[in-house]
T-cell receptor, first 115, second 115 residues
């Protein structure tokens, strides 16, 4: 089955700096890569996703890049703010063709933004 | 819309007791999932369902059973609870067939402690 590795497990940055979280996946058939943010005591919520036919996607201060050849994708947060502090999870799945939309998650990155 | 709801929010069990966790969604989603979240382990899929009356095993199904008698509800059962099942349990749903989206929407979670 699919295996998703996520690094680093913890990341501490100063407010205003950029943060980058990286994930690798094992199944070359995976074609959908979402990122979830989980604040302390809350549910995971989707913040951005990318499909395998796209190399990069941006949404304001958040961007995700995908390298299908190397089987890795990354989350980039610019101009970090204290409210960005949370655990971030990457995930991978095979969309379509009876895939059942199962997600395989990385183990998470605890991002701390220091004021 | 309430989205995805879970009951109960908290529960303490003794080893060997049984209980059922209820997940309900009002988004007419076809797919529903049960995950457990443990520190440093990310989100691991327990069981999932691709439609009313169907269930399938995920990554960590042992010790759990599920049922999907109604499209909007997905039940997770523990027949004989063990301390290793102490965790936070999240339900999620996805896939409205007429919309091109894979997003999984999560419930607020149930914190279960087994003594």
């Amino acid at each position: 089955g699919e295996n998703v590795e996520q690094h680093p497990s913890t990341l501490s940055v100063q407010e205003g700096d950029s943060a980058v979280i990286k994930c690798t996946y094992s199944d070359s058939a995976s074609n959908y890569f979402p990122w979830y943010k989980q604040e302390l005591g809350k549910r995971p919520q989707l913040i951005i996703d990318i499909r395998s036919n796209v190399g990069e996607k941006k949404d304001q201060r958040i961007a995700v890049t995908l390298n299908k050849t190397a089987k890795h994708f990354s989350l980039h947060i610019t101009e970090t703010q204290p409210e960005d502090s949370a655990v971030y999870f990457c995930a991978a799945s095979k969309r379509g063709g009876g895939s059942n939309y199962k997600l395989t998650f990385g183990k998470g990155t605890l991002l701390t933004v220091n004021p | 819309n309430a989205g995805v709801t879970q009951t109960p929010k908290f529960r303490v069990l003794k080893t060997g007791q049984s209980m059922t966790l209820l997940c309900a969604q009002d988004m007419n989603h076809e797919y529903m999932y049960w995950y457990r979240q443990d520190p440093g382990m990310g989100l691991r899929l327990i069981h999932y369902s691709v439609g009313e009356g169907t269930t399938a095993k995920g990554e960590v199904p042992d010790g759990y059973n599920v049922s999907r008698l109604k499209k909007q509800n997905f039940l997770l059962g523990l027949e004989s609870a063990a301390p290793s099942q102490t965790s936070v349990y999240f339900c999620a749903s996805s896939y409205f067939p007429r919309l091109p989206t894979d997003t999984q929407y999560f419930g607020p979670g149930t914190r279960l402690t087994v003594l």
